[in-house]
């Protein structure tokens, strides 16, 4: 199954070297989890900035794409990343591979929701655009989100719905929240004592 990871830190908690070692390194690490997909996004003031490619994680680090996200000393608030084993959708089309941007929702995901093509039929005013199964969840969640009275909810009634494994991290355009849920149990955090660091894999 595919690799997921990410971090938040504190205003000034770390610079761009260290933020740039820190990624990485979870990167790296995750490669084991899949080789088809490399991805991230980061936080950085008030925008989400994603970036990914068809590349294991140890030729993704390498280019210059991903390099220039940190030549920056501006603040970066949070990161999510994965390193993804091809499921469902092909990782030759980009929208398919993670973080997958949709509806103002930004989500990794290890996992499969098996369920995928029922729930698309049964909410025929959400619209399917791409291959991966990720896409329902953003897209599910942001019909909810104007629904329901607060993100916890439509969260929950997102959740409700789903079949099969997931572990998703997910960013917003339009909440300062960094989400984290899982049906498996496997999402592990840590941090520093002085709590200015918080990361999970």
């Given at each position: 199954?595919?690799?997921?990871?990410?971090?938040?830190t504190?205003?000034?908690?770390f610079?761009s070297?260290?933020?740039?070692?820190?990624?990485?390194?979870?990167l790296?690490?995750?490669?084991?989890?899949?080789?088809?997909?490399?991805g991230?996004?980061?936080?950085?003031?008030?925008?989400?900035?994603?970036?990914?490619?068809?590349?294991?994680?140890?030729?993704?680090?390498k280019?210059?794409?991903y390099?220039?996200l940190?030549?920056?000393?501006?603040?970066?608030?949070?990161?999510?990343g994965?390193?993804r084993?091809?499921t469902?959708?092909?990782?030759?089309?980009?929208?398919?591979?993670?973080?997958?941007?949709?509806?103002g929702?930004?989500?990794?995901?290890?996992g499969?929701?098996?369920n995928?093509?029922?729930?698309?039929?049964?909410?025929?005013?959400?619209?399917?655009?791409?291959?991966?199964?990720?896409?329902?969840?953003?897209?599910?969640l942001?019909?909810?989100?104007?629904?329901?009275?607060?993100?916890?909810?439509?969260?929950?009634?997102?959740?409700?719905?789903?079949?099969?494994?997931?572990?998703?991290?997910t960013?917003?355009?339009?909440?300062?929240?960094?989400?984290?849920?899982?049906?498996?149990?496997?999402?592990?955090?840590i941090?520093?004592?002085?709590?200015s660091?918080?990361?999970?894999?």
């Amino acid at each position: 199954m595919c690799g997921i990871f990410g971090f938040v830190t504190t205003k000034n908690s770390f610079n761009s070297e260290r933020v740039k070692s820190i990624t990485d390194q979870l990167l790296l690490l995750s490669e084991s989890r899949g080789k088809d997909s490399s991805g991230v996004a980061i936080v950085r003031e008030k925008e989400i900035i994603v970036y990914k490619e068809p590349l294991s994680a140890h030729k993704f680090i390498k280019q210059k794409k991903y390099l220039k996200l940190f030549s920056t000393e501006q603040e970066k608030h949070a990161l999510i990343g994965h390193a993804r084993m091809e499921t469902n959708g092909s990782f030759s089309l980009s929208n398919n591979n993670q973080p997958v941007v949709k509806d103002g929702i930004v989500t990794i995901h290890n996992g499969i929701i098996v369920n995928d093509s029922d729930i698309w039929k049964k909410h025929t005013d959400i619209k399917r655009d791409f291959q991966v199964d990720t896409e329902l969840y953003n897209s599910l969640l942001r019909k909810y989100i104007q629904k329901k009275e607060s993100l916890l909810e439509a969260l929950r009634a997102t959740l409700s719905e789903l079949q099969g494994s997931y572990a998703f991290a997910t960013l917003f355009n339009d909440f300062n929240s960094l989400v984290l849920v899982t049906n498996t149990g496997s999402l592990y955090t840590i941090t520093d004592s002085e709590k200015s660091f918080v990361a999970f894999v």
